[in-house]
Every structure is written in C-alpha cells, then in structure tokens.
C-alpha cells in the first residue's frame, strides 16, 4: 500500500504499483520496483498501524481517508532556537515529522436495524444449537433452561444491540 505525496500532502491514496507505471509510461523501472526508487518519486510505502478490537457482529473497522506522517517529537525551545539565539516561541511544542506514513483504522457502529437484526441471527442459531435438548422425549437440564431463557432475554439487556453480554453455554 502506497500513498502518492505533493508539496509534503498526501493526494492520492491508496496508490499502487500499476498506476505509478501508468504516470510514468516514458520510464523503464525493475519488476519489483524498491521503496528508495518510489520515494524518489515521491511514492511512499504506508504503514498500517494495529487493528483496534472490534465486534464484528454489531461493528465496522473503517480504514481512515488519507496516511498520516509519523511524529517523532516535538518541538523544544533548542530546536526552535534561530541562528543568533533568538527562540520562536510559535514553533515550540510543534511536531518534528519522519519520513513514514501510516494510516489508521476506526470502530464505527453498524446501523441500529443492522446490528440489532444481527444479534438476533446469532441468538436464534445459538438457540437452534439447543433445540434438540428441548424434543420432548428428552427431559431438559435446569443449566440449559436458563441458559435458552438468557438467550431468549438477550435483546432486552440494556445496551442491546451494541452491549450485548453473551451467556454461557452449558
């Protein structure tokens, strides 16, 4: 994954191999073309910072709009310091940027309808799980009628859909 920078911004993002060949049909580049050669270019490799936890069920992992360039630090009153001493206050505390990008990842609810029909799907397949247990020549434990109540009361627990407390099969 690349991203494709002008005057220190990203302007296109995700930007691949393919359509850096195409932007530059009059040159000849190796196979496998090395990140010193992109940069050169001003073609950068992306960094995907870690997956935060999610719940699939009721959540969507949504990857961010455009990379972000790495912060190494920031600014202290030596590093903003001019050549005769003088300090520019309005550059201190600024940050000092590397030369990677990343790009991060946001958790963002599914739609009310959605996450509540989807909890109720796998509730129904948990409770079908057990369905054999309720036949009537079977005689039904107390540890699975409360467990197939639970799962039954499931959509009234507060936070429901996006709270749900699962319980414990038996």
């Known amino acids: 994954m690349h991203v494709k920078i002008t005057n220190d911004q990203p302007v296109e993002f995700p930007y691949t191999i393919g359509q850096f060949r195409r932007d530059h049909p009059q040159t000849s580049f190796p196979r496998i073309i090395p990140d010193t050669m992109l940069k050169r270019h001003l073609v950068h490799p992306v960094i995907e910072l ?31 310091t001019n050549h005769i001493g003088e300090v520019d206050q309005s550059q201190v505390s600024q940050p000092i940027h590397g030369n990677r990008w ?66 414990t099969k038996p």
Do not use: C
């Open 102 to 167: 990343f790009i991060g990842y946001t958790v963002v609810n599914k739609p009310q309808d959605q996450a509540e029909q989807a909890v109720r799907n796998k509730r129904d397949r948990l409770l079908q799980d057990t369905d054999w247990q309720a036949l009537s020549d079977n005689t039904m434990g107390e540890a699975v009628t409360t467990y197939r109540q639970a799962l039954r009361d499931v959509p009234d627990q507060d936070g429901f859909p996006f709270g749900v407390v699962w319980p």
């Open 50 to 80: 870690s997956k935060p936890a999610y719940e699939p069920l009721v959540q969507n992992l949504v990857m961010g709009d455009m990379p972000h360039k790495e912060v190494i630090r920031l600014k202290t009153e030596n590093d903003a």
